[in-house]
């Protein structure tokens, strides 16, 4: 009867004769009381599964940690090939047999992967396989070390998709220029975000210092080594101020330079945020002189409305005198007459000036009011028209009235003649010569004005800008005035809520259009 081959152990090979090769270095054997107490140890451990397998690959020894990562009882797997444990796809191309041979082939193998738990659940392993040979070198088996590495993969491929997020998301923003310095203020990185706002790509500028992106100004006096010097001292660095792109142009930019440290607290270099602001210091520079602007027309404004009112009075005064040197029945000869009344006249014009800037003030302060009352708007026509009378005279132009149904309503007749006399005035100064029609049409709820004349009339382009205040028609050159009687107009009109407007009827001349309602809607004046 032969002598049985000693059983192979479950914790390493057997030991070879003297001439077994280098690969397989030789083992010595385990005494037995000492197999016993490794025996022992290797059963009670819980965080590795060990294991041994037959020259097959079946399963011959099962510890608490084989059962614990996948999930088999020691009788309900001993006897089972060590397939059982691999995944569909490791079957379909052989893994369990190619790593039984590769460590036949080198002594051992070692390899990281899915495998399959009782419940077919997966999880992350890292198996070494050891062969296992006796005194002669026969291969008796394996050794077959489990270790779950789920949560440490899991850890890992946490970290690896955070990282990529985080890289995604700075490659991804397009409006910030995010890159690292290292400690000298070289440039390390570049994200799309620093290559639409500089202008370098990545290759451009990457080693190169970031002093590069300052104005010479700022570079002679330093700027950029403060900024590093404050952000290591500090922690941080922050400012506003231009910078400069590939292609030489200025942009104006926020920027924030952080020191960044490593785990024992020495900083390894700075991250670098900039971010461009030019549209908006653009428009804050806007905001400014819009600012400015407005203060400056709120203070020609009160200046206008001071002066006209301090004009007014010795005005009124001045024109009393002068009318009542022209009521004298005597005591002026024809000359001096007519000096008198040249005066007046120019002080009646001095008057009209000083009530529009008066009107004007108090439009643009809210002090602009109405005073409706009942009456008609071709007696308001006949009324101005008969004090221009005169004045058309001299301009050689004649004035004509058409009246088509009733046309009264509640308006303020103050406000309205002055709507009237502003138009006319306009028509005789600017189409003298040429007759001047009115025409008046009364509907059911609200009364058409008509004023037309043959002058040299105004392009249709600036029908909206001739209403602004200080805008006219023609040249200054060519005629006096402030430019305000046509604004003045359509701020009355627009209190009673109506409308005026530039019409193109004709080939020549302007033709306005006004639209009065009988009942007053009132409107803020613009």
């Known amino acids: 009867m032969s002598t049985p081959s000693p059983s192979p152990s479950p914790f390493g090979p057997a030991r070879r004769q003297e001439s077994s090769t280098a690969a397989n270095p030789p083992h010595r054997e385990v005494p037995e009381f000492a197999e016993e107490r490794y025996r022992a140890l290797v059963s009670s451990v819980k965080d590795y599964a060990i294991f041994m397998l037959d020259p097959e690959g079946r399963i011959q020894s099962w510890n608490a940690g084989a059962e614990r990562a996948k999930g088999w ?237 301090e004009l007014r009075t010795p005005l009124s005064a001045v024109q009393l005198q002068l009318q009542s040197l022209l009521e004298r029945p005597v005591g002026l000869d024809e000359r001096s007459r007519s000096k008198v009344e040249r005066a007046w006249r120019s002080g009646e014009r001095l008057v009209t000036l000083v009530d529009t800037l008066l009107d004007v003030s108090r439009i643009t302060t809210g002090g602009f009011s109405l005073n409706p009352t009942s009456f008609s708007l071709a007696s308001a026509v006949e009324e101005v028209v008969e004090r221009f009378r005169e004045h058309a005279a001299r301009a050689g132009s004649t004035v004509g009235l058409r009246v088509d149904g009733p046309v009264t309503g509640l308006w303020d007749r103050v406000r309205i003649e002055q709507v009237i006399t502003n138009l006319l005035s306009n028509s005789l100064k600017y189409a003298a010569g040429s007759p001047v029609e009115f025409t008046v049409d009364g509907g059911e709820e609200e009364v058409v004005l008509t004023v037309s004349d043959a002058g040299p009339g105004i392009p249709q382009a600036d029908g909206d800008r001739i209403f602004q205040r200080f805008e006219r028609a023609a040249s200054l050159r060519n005629y006096g005035g402030l430019g305000l009687g046509l604004y003045v107009a359509r701020q009355i009109v627009e209190a009673h809520g109506g409308s005026i407007r530039l019409a193109q009827l004709r080939p020549v001349g302007a033709h306005f259009v006004i639209r009065l309602p009988r009942q007053p809607r009132a409107r803020a004046a613009r």
Do not use: C
């Open 73 to 309: 009882k020691a009788e309900e797997i001993i006897g089972q090939h060590m397939s059982r444990f691999y995944t569909p796809e490791d079957l379909a191309r052989g893994l369990p047999a190619q790593l039984l041979a590769e460590a036949v082939r080198e002594g051992r193998v070692e390899h990281e992967g899915w495998r399959v738990r009782k419940d077919g659940t997966r999880f992350w392993a890292d198996v070494v396989i050891t062969a296992v040979v006796d005194e002669e070198g026969r291969l008796r088996g394996f050794a077959k070390v489990t270790r779950d590495l789920t949560d440490r993969r899991n850890a890992i491929e946490e970290l690896r998709q955070s990282e990529q997020r985080f890289r995604l998301l700075v490659e991804g923003l397009k409006d910030y220029a995010l890159f690292m310095l290292d400690l000298d203020g070289g440039v390390a990185t570049w994200n799309s975000g620093a290559e639409r706002i500089n202008g370098y790509l990545a290759r451009e500028i990457v080693g190169q210092h970031f002093s590069r992106l300052y104005t010479a100004e700022d570079v002679a006096s330093g700027r950029p080594e403060l900024a590093l010097r404050t952000a290591l001292a500090e922690g941080r660095y922050e400012d506003e101020g231009w910078r400069v792109r590939k292609d030489g142009s200025l942009f104006w930019a926020s920027a924030i330079i952080t020191a960044l440290a490593d785990a024992t607290g020495r900083v390894i270099g700075f991250a670098k945020v900039t971010r461009d602001l030019t549209e908006r210091r653009r428009a804050q520079e806007e905001q400014i002189r819009l600012a400015r602007a407005e203060e400056a027309v709120r203070l020609r404004d009160e200046f206008l409305s001071i002066a006209a009112h």
